[in-house]
């Protein structure tokens, strides 16, 4: 049950009839009532009536007897709507009932690509990785879980030129050798020792340059030593999105070089159309309306001056390959904003191509940065960015030593705790920020067990079950609800939010509304609990509570499970 789609549809005709044309009621949680809508005040200056008189007019006209018990005209144009007792305790009782928790599956499921998380072979998942990572899963969640087709699409960079440095430094190595330094994870150590002789030896420097040429030319002895840096590089990819509890696998690899076959395609089909142009050399497209700060249009470069295609091509034979072959009508980026423009201008020339049209449609989901305490990007105490694997096993450690700090009793649940703790808790901090905003890396306040932090959401779910425990009670037992005092019935108003909550994030991708959705219903079920016994309760009272209970619980682990956070029953 979706409270604002309920009572947006019982406004929207009276509000088409007052205003004769279809008009948005805008229905949002108030402090004044228990939902608000100010289109009114929006619609005074297109009819020339005061907004009041339209407010009103609207309540005339408006159904509303059966689900509020005060819908009435407040300040300069308000609609205020309280919503009735038994109509709210009918529908919390229907809830209670539904395995959804009133979230249908969608009866017109789409097949949505979701591109996220894309580290580099041969080059660590640092903290930059974290954010695509942990913004995509959730996205994958929510999106699968109401009912839509989604393929992962992890975009590996597995090819280009520093893999003629790579592998010639994999031979300079020994198989044997390189297999051990790429198989625990020093990445960064294999690249910058090739980059080193790259630079440094000319000798090096040509024997690259040859494999460059063979790797690109189907060289079988080349690509097999590619191969061997492609596949250590995605298993120890594979211990990081274990340790960061994610859904990605083996099978959503797909690198840049799945697309080989395809680029001369795409350029073809440009050149037919018409589209392209020589620039400096380089062939490019030039969309409209993106140009400089001299004024000249930017030229998408599809292929390079030396015959080479670059990214570009690349991301346009991706998204060709995902409408075309998989279907797709929705197509997320999880992608840094400082990539907007790039995908602003792939979206437009797919356009201008029609590779990319109605239904479907592309959307860059970006996301700033996370920083130190200091404000700045986020970095190791070298000056180097930090490794992600780094930054989770200190999650983990520190939220493990909390656990024993607080009951010294735990042994082996101890570290189940830790990790549920420290990585719920380092998702939970991305998650709950604006993506498009940075935001700071605090151990102190992201391990809080108060405030808005998973551990504070984690512990309200445990809470949940102890009473249940407690009570012996059978969850969702019993279909009576009492909503006699505020608190009980403003946790009762709260749980008939997620619905509405969980559909907006689908449609937007702000996952903080979630967030924010969960932290509100923790905060109405620790007042609930400490005003409203349940255990002392008797009869249909003590149903009415525990049933409530349940319900949060069920609410608390179904939403953090969309954002990709564990629940325990004890911590």
Wanted: aromatic share 6%.
């Amino acid at each position: 049950m979706d409270l604002e789609r309920l009572l947006t549809d019982r406004l929207t005709p009276a509000f088409a009839a007052v205003a004769g044309e279809p008009v948005a009621p805008t229905v949002r949680r108030s402090p004044r009532a228990d939902f608000q809508s100010d289109a009114a005040l929006a619609l005074a200056r297109r009819l020339g009536r005061p907004p009041r008189e339209i407010a009103q007019a609207v309540l005339d006209r408006a159904v509303l007897d059966d689900v509020c018990a005060v819908a009435e005209v407040s300040g300069p144009g308000f609609v205020n709507l309280t919503l009735a007792d038994g109509a709210l305790a009918g529908m919390v009782a229907a809830l209670a009932g539904d395995e959804r928790l009133g979230v249908p599956v969608t009866g017109e499921p789409e097949t949505v690509v979701v591109d996220y998380s894309g580290p580099n072979v041969a080059k660590e998942m640092h903290v930059g990785h974290l954010r695509s990572t942990v913004i995509g899963d959730a996205a994958v969640r929510v999106l699968g879980w109401l009912g839509h087709r989604v393929v992962r699409v992890n975009h590996l960079g597995d090819w280009g030129t520093p893999f003629g440095m790579l592998i010639a430094h994999l031979v300079d190595l020994g198989e044997a050798e390189a297999a051990q330094e790429l198989s625990i994870g020093d990445l960064d150590g294999f690249y910058r020792a090739a980059r080193s002789k790259f630079d440094a030896d000319p000798a090096f420097r040509e024997r690259a340059r040859q494999r460059v040429v063979a790797l690109q030319g189907g060289d079988p002895e080349t690509r097999r030593l590619w191969r061997l840096l492609v596949g250590q590089s995605q298993r120890y990819f594979l211990t990081v999105y274990e340790l960061l509890d994610v859904t990605l696998s083996g099978e959503d690899f797909r690198g840049e070089s799945a697309y080989n076959d395809r680029l001369g395609a795409v350029v073809t089909d440009l050149d037919r159309l018409g589209l392209l142009t020589d620039s400096a050399g380089a062939t490019c497209v030039f969309p409209p309306g993106f140009v400089g700060r001299d004024g000249v249009g930017l030229p998408l470069i599809v292929r390079k001056g030396d015959g080479g295609y670059g990214y570009p091509a690349t991301d346009l034979a991706a998204l060709r390959q995902r409408v075309d072959e998989l279907g797709a009508t929705r197509l997320l980026y999880v992608v840094g904003l400082p990539q907007r423009q790039h995908f602003a201008m792939l979206f437009a020339v797919a356009g201008q191509a029609g590779w990319l049209r109605p239904p479907v449609r592309a959307e860059h989901l970006g996301f700033g940065s996370v920083l130190g305490p200091d404000g700045r990007m986020l970095r190791s105490r070298a000056g180097g960015s930090v490794k992600l694997v780094d930054l989770l096993t200190e999650a983990v450690t520190r939220a493990t030593a909390l656990a024993r700090t607080r009951n010294p009793d735990l042994d082996q649940a101890a570290a189940e705790i830790g990790r549920a703790v420290g990585i719920g808790a380092v998702k939970y901090a991305d998650l709950s920020t604006d993506r498009t905003r940075d935001y700071v890396l605090d151990w102190e306040r992201m391990l809080a067990l108060d405030g808005n932090t998973a551990p504070y959401l984690q512990y309200a779910y445990t809470r949940t079950r102890s009473v249940l425990r407690r009570a012996g009670a059978v969850p969702g037992a019993g279909r009576v609800v009492l909503l006699g005092t505020p608190a009980e019935r403003a946790l009762a108003v709260e749980l008939l939010g997620f619905a509405g909550v969980v559909h907006e994030v689908a449609r937007t991708a702000q996952f903080h509304h979630l967030a924010g959705y969960l932290h509100r219903l923790a905060t109405r079920f620790s007042t609930f609990y400490e005003r409203c016994p349940v255990l002392r309760a008797d009869g249909e009272l003590r149903a009415s509570r525990l049933l409530l209970t349940d319900l949060t619980g069920r609410t608390l682990r179904q939403g953090l499970d969309l954002l990709g956070i564990r629940t325990l029953d004890r911590m």
